[in-house]
């Protein structure tokens, strides 16, 4: 009888080998959609920022007397607001000291980012879109696309700041009215 108490255990119990299993799963089941999901936290996220560019384009176009720019510097894989700068005479387009520009994240596709004005694409590497302060601005869209999700930031030419649309969702922008020609002109607001 001695023999079998001193019997050292060298194998794991079928309780032990199920509850290992057990927590397992329950770490894999917290961890993998967390995992997944911090890449489409940074797409919304860098939709964000670039949102915030755009509204600082358009703050800056309604609100300075110096020329305002946006770019996409696609080698770098940046979006940017410029400003013009004069040095010694001669004027070139530098990025806003205030506005830092947007890194896109590495596993975007080199044609994620696309920036169209009035409807139609433009390529910002050689001349940045640009607008004189007190002339009319055109309708600004830039469009983001990752797999299956896509995003547009509108920047009307009325608006005084951006819509983005997440998805297909999102807020219609406010359109201006002619209250005069719609009778409206003389009633109380």
């Known amino acids: 009888m001695r023999a079998n108490a001193e019997h ?3 194998a794991f119990t079928l309780l032990e080998m199920i509850v290992v299993v057990i927590v397992i799963g329950i770490m894999s089941a ?16 860098t939709v964000e920022r670039v949102n915030d560019v755009v509204l600082m384009f ?36 530098k990025p806003d000291p205030l506005a830092r520009p947007v890194t896109l994240p590495d596993w975007f596709d080199e044609h994620a980012l696309s920036i169209f004005v009035d409807g139609e694409y433009v390529d910002t590497m050689q001349w940045p879109i640009t607008t004189t302060p007190g002339e009319a601005r055109p309708l600004i869209e830039v469009a983001l696309d990752w797999e299956e999700h896509s995003s547009l930031i509108s920047l009307p030419a ?7 649309w997440l998805n297909g969702e999102g807020t219609e922008p406010l359109m201006p009215i002619d209250l005069d020609a719609s009778g409206q002109g003389r009633e109380e607001w």
């Open 58 to 93: 358009a703050h800056r176009v309604s609100t300075s007397n110096q020329p305002a720019g946006l770019r996409f510097d696609s080698q770098r894989n940046q979006f940017e607001l410029l400003t013009k700068v004069d040095e010694d005479g001669e004027y070139f387009w």
């Open 30 to 45: 917290l961890i993998i959609p967390r995992m997944g999901g911090n890449q489409y936290r940074e797409y919304s996220l």
């Open 158 to 164: 009325h608006a005084m700041g951006p819509n983005i």
């Open 8 to 10: 050292v255990r060298r």
